[in-house]
């Protein structure tokens, strides 16, 4: 069956741009999570939706990130105004619920020129 | 907020030879997970350990986690280039989050 997709794989944007990256999770996933993985590290958690809402969004280094998830399916994570410091792989990951296997998507890998 | 460290960071190897590369937590794992990961590729779980002094093998993979529940070992047997990639440890704990060290970036050398 179809894994977790995420559109597009690599993205490209000057600083100061918008920048929208999509995430399609597995069918019938309720959970879905966004991660960011800069170079060298190990992934490091953003925000995590149960359905439509989001239930902890913690991780969002700060109020230029927004994520959205409208039908409780497809999850789109937004960064405005973009940074050099914002560059790096990011992750989306979905589960049927909480306390189950995460199951990962191959990335977005962003380069904020 | 919980720390995990491991080590090494960088390890490379030649086909055949034998390995293990560790973690180890600022505090006690909920539920400790191990995951390869490959290059343009997300992580991939291998093994789920929750209870200390745990072991679980995976064909040549073994996973032993540490009795106080703070510290985890992969061994890795006869390594074969297939098994290069990043391998994370990370604890999915009492949220609904993964907290994940920086990894070992494991290379086996043909």
């Known amino acids: 069956g179809a894994g977790v997709s995420q559109t597009p794989s690599n993205k490209v944007t000057e600083k100061g741009k918008y920048v929208e990256l999509r995430c399609d999770p597995i069918?019938?996933?309720?959970?879905l999570y966004w991660y960011r993985q800069s170079l060298g590290q190990g992934p490091e958690f953003l925000i995590y939706?149960?359905?439509?809402?989001?239930?902890?969004d913690s991780g969002l280094p700060n109020d230029r990130f927004f994520a959205v998830r409208p039908e409780g399916s497809v999850s789109t994570l937004k960064i405005q105004r973009t940074e050099r410091g914002d560059s790096a792989v990011y992750l989306c990951?979905?589960?049927?619920?909480?306390?189950?296997?995460?199951?990962f998507g191959p990335g977005t890998r962003l380069t904020v020129t | 907020t919980q720390l995990l460290e491991q080590s090494p960071q960088f390890l490379s190897i030649q086909e055949g030879e034998n390995l293990t590369v560790y973690c180890n937590s600022s505090?006690?794992?909920?539920?400790l997970q191990w995951y390869r990961q490959e290059p343009g590729e997300g992580p991939v779980l291998l093994v789920t350990?929750?209870?200390?002094?745990e072991v679980k093998k995976l064909k040549r993979l073994t996973f032993q986690f540490g009795d106080a529940r703070k510290d985890s070992s992969l061994h890795i047997t006869a390594a074969q280039p297939g098994d290069t990639g990043l391998y994370l440890c990370?604890?999915?704990?009492?949220?609904?989050?993964?907290?994940f060290g920086k990894g070992t970036k494991l290379t086996v050398n043909p």
């Open positions: 990951a979905s589960s049927p619920g909480t306390i189950y296997e995460q199951y």
């Open positions: 069918s019938g996933h309720t959970a």
């Open positions: 939706f149960q359905g439509t809402g989001a239930a902890d």
């Open positions: 505090s006690v794992f909920s539920s």
């Open positions: 350990v929750v209870t200390g002094g």
């Open positions: 990370a604890d999915q704990g009492g949220s609904e989050k993964l907290v």
